[in-house]
């Protein structure tokens, strides 16, 4: 089977890649191997590693990745928090000079938006964790960010839609991109990855994605969020 140019490059670049790692004070048991790619990714590349017997989720970071107005810094602490709560995969190791990051793979599989409809009750519970979690990052700045991504300051309906938030929003720690890519059915549980935006910022952003993404109605979602149905109307502009 053909390798992609990202494959390729690891290929070349892999014994160099773990020797890093080693030098950064991950203890590997034998001698690493790459089995192939894993899905998604926007930011970054992920490849399933093994090492006598165990497996491992290797990561490269898109050089870009700060343009986009991700911290990998604070995404590492994020993600150290997170796995302590058992909502993701364990942060293990990082080279930060070369964007390498080792996380705990975690067996099972991303979700589909149908099996995220079907999950939305477990999914719930985990969103509800995810916004209790003793994160303390500045607050997320929507219309800086929306700034980066768009090349262009935000329009009056999303103008409107913070400002919505900054009156009647839930101000906690918001992973800010619960899509169903980012869902992972694992044998412990549902777990989300991808915590590049995550940071202090408006609960109904991911109240708002879950809503979208599993096709649930305004009604439902206030239910079992506890927010207002303005307030996610504003999460809902501010997600899409």
Same mark, same amino acid.
């Given at each position: 089977m053909p390798v992609s140019s990202a494959e390729y490059n690891l290929l070349q670049e892999f014994p160099a890649h773990i020797n890093a790692l080693a030098d950064a004070g991950f203890a590997f048991s034998g001698s690493p191997e790459i089995l192939r790619a894993l899905p !998604? !990714? =926007?930011t970054n590349q992920s490849f399933l590693i093994k090492d006598a017997g165990t497996h491992y989720a290797l990561r490269l970071a898109n050089p870009a990745s700060a343009e986009l107005g991700i911290c990998r810094n604070r995404e590492r602490t994020i993600q150290g928090l997170? $796995?302590?709560a058992d909502l993701a995969p364990a942060h293990l190791c990082c080279v930060k000079e070369l964007g390498l990051d080792l996380f705990e793979y975690l067996s099972g599989h /991303?979700? *589909?938006p149908l099996e995220l409809r079907t999950l939305?009750?477990?999914a719930a519970e985990v969103l509800h964790t995810v916004h209790r979690l003793p $994160? /303390? /990052?500045p607050p997320f700045d929507y219309t800086a960010h929306l700034r980066t991504l768009a090349g262009?300051?935000?329009g009056n309906r999303v103008v409107e839609a913070i400002q919505t938030l900054c009156t009647d929003g839930t101000r906690t720690f918001v992973h800010h991109d619960p899509n169903p890519s980012n869902w992972h059915q694992a044998n412990t549980g549902l777990k989300l990855i991808d915590w590049e935006y995550a940071a202090n910022g408006f609960a109904e952003v991911d109240w708002a994605a879950l809503m979208i993404e599993a096709k649930l109605s305004l009604a439902e979602v206030a239910c079992f969020s !506890?927010? *207002?149905e303005g307030a996610l109307l504003a999460g809902h502009t #501010? =997600? #899409?």
């Open positions: !998604g !990714g =926007y997170a $796995a302590n /991303t979700l *589909s939305v009750a477990e $994160a /303390t /990052t262009a300051l935000p !506890g927010c *207002s #501010l =997600y #899409l």
